[in-house]
């Protein structure tokens, strides 16, 4: 199996599952979280949690994963961290991350993200790592730039008739020789 659950010194991610409905719904149904993501409606229901969770446990090797990630010492789950669009192909992928408000600022998602760009570069081989970030999430662009993304492009996103203006950060795993 690929995508096992992490322990880092302050987090364990651990994969969504079924039982992580609850939060899968508190997490996409807070408009805090949903201020900057432009891919998907928010979630209004439990329906609408299962589908995220169904999407993310199809059987391996898939295209997708994503981690509940949890404070170790409280077992709190504060937000959720992963992979999509993975091209084996073209060895790229997208990741996406989000944390609700009340744990920001603590380093947190810098220490999952370095975990799960530790597993991209030695367990999927990957080249090219991908954030595609709207422009006035500052935050998510700070943490993209301290972990060495840099800008790569532009594009507009539309959603509900609307373009929004992200930008491309892309991380480029160098050749070991």
């Known amino acids: 199996m690929l ?3 992490i322990k880092t010194e302050r987090l364990v991610l651990k994969n969504i599952a079924i039982d992580d409905r609850d939060f899968i719904f508190s997490q996409f149904s807070d408009d805090v979280v949903n201020r900057y993501l432009f891919d998907a409606e928010p979630v209004t229901d439990m329906e609408g949690a299962d589908e995220i969770i169904t999407f993310y446990i199809q059987p391996e090797s898939r295209l997708q994963h994503r981690w509940i990630i949890l404070r170790k010492s409280d077992g709190m789950k504060m937000g959720t ?9 073209d060895c790229k992928v997208e990741v996406g991350y989000d944390l609700k408000e009340e744990f920001w600022g603590n380093g947190y998602m810098q220490e ?14 990957i080249k090219e790592i991908n954030a595609c970030i709207y422009i006035e999430n500052q935050r998510s662009i700070r943490l993209a ?13 539309l959603f509900r008739e609307k373009e929004y203006l992200h930008n491309r950060y892309s991380l480029y795993i160098p050749k070991l020789i």
């Open 112 to 125: 999952a993200m370095k975990e799960i760009i530790a597993i991209a570069m030695d367990s999927m081989h």
């Open 145 to 157: 730039e301290n972990l060495g993304f840099v800008l790569s492009g532009s594009s507009y996103e």
């Open 3 to 5: 995508f096992n659950d």
């Open 81 to 89: 961290c992963g992979f999509h669009c993975w091209s084996q192909k």
